[in-house]
């Protein structure tokens, strides 16, 4: 990715320019995917940080009240019963910052886009 000035160039500067009380939770995210997802590549796209297996697997940013968390409209779909509490659409939601951060549903989250990407790939290798 090209370095442009003002935007972050890694994760690593995505969380060190956020508020200083909003990057633990940044962190603990991360770490989640990280732990979740170890074959994913880190990067930024969209000047958010994402995680990229093939293809984009989850993306996560901070705002003044919330953490979006990306999972892709699949992830969504496939969560939208636990996610009922959280403001969510096609294919974000929104975890209030006042409020603990569900790590346990993020990783189900992450698990299910690994397996979903990876039956992707495996099923475009067959043709």
Request: proline fraction near 8%.
């Amino acid at each position: 990715m090209k370095n442009i000035p003002g935007f972050p160039k890694d994760i690593d500067d995505y969380i060190a320019g956020s508020p200083s009380e909003v990057q633990e939770i940044l962190n603990q995210i991360r770490s989640t995917i990280r732990e979740t997802a170890p074959d994913a590549v880190e990067t930024i796209k969209y000047q958010i940080p994402t995680f990229v297996m093939n293809e984009n697997l989850v993306h996560f940013a901070v705002f003044k009240n919330h953490i979006g968390f990306y999972p892709t409209p699949s992830g969504i779909k496939r969560f939208q019963d636990e996610l009922t509490s959280y403001k969510h659409a096609k294919g974000s939601v929104q975890f209030p910052i006042d409020k603990p951060i569900p790590l346990e549903l993020i990783k189900k989250i992450v698990e299910f886009r690994v397996k979903e990407v990876k039956a992707k790939t495996h099923a475009k290798k067959k043709t």
